[in-house]
């Protein structure tokens, strides 16, 4: 399974971006997908995962309320539609994706190349 991710850019505190990861390869429709992020100096952490049918859905408490993942009607995408965006919101954003979810890193057996979202205050 391959993961494309894309959309991240530069924005205001209090604005809105959406973020992109598209899979490519066998049965990656199948897989939950996952949103992780890591700031300059810190850990990743996870942000968000959505199982394969969009029926579950689960979010960090940061991000609760103003990001909002969701899947392509092909499920082989998923979305990020973060809202309200805060300077500590900035960070490399990836799309990860494995059979079961979670929000353990450890746990995603595939990776995208990571999208800069930088906001600024």
């Known amino acids: 399974v391959q993961l494309q991710a894309s959309g991240g850019g530069l924005v205001q505190a209090g604005g809105s971006l959406r973020l992109s990861c598209t899979a490519s390869g066998r049965t990656s429709n199948t897989y939950a997908m996952g949103w992780f992020r890591q700031a300059l100096g810190k850990e990743r952490e996870f942000v968000a995962y959505?199982?394969?049918?969009?029926?579950?859905?689960y979010y960090t408490n940061s991000v609760k309320g103003r990001f909002t993942i969701s899947r392509g009607n092909a499920k082989n995408s998923v979305y990020l539609q973060m809202n309200s965006l805060k300077a500590e919101d900035t960070a490399v954003y990836y799309c990860?994706?494995?059979?079961?979810?979670?929000?353990?890193?450890?746990?995603?057996?595939?990776w995208g190349q990571g999208t800069q979202v930088t906001v600024s205050s």
């Open positions: 959505i199982n394969w049918n969009g029926g579950i859905t």
């Open positions: 990860a994706a494995n059979p079961q979810g979670g929000y353990s890193g450890s746990s995603y057996n595939y």
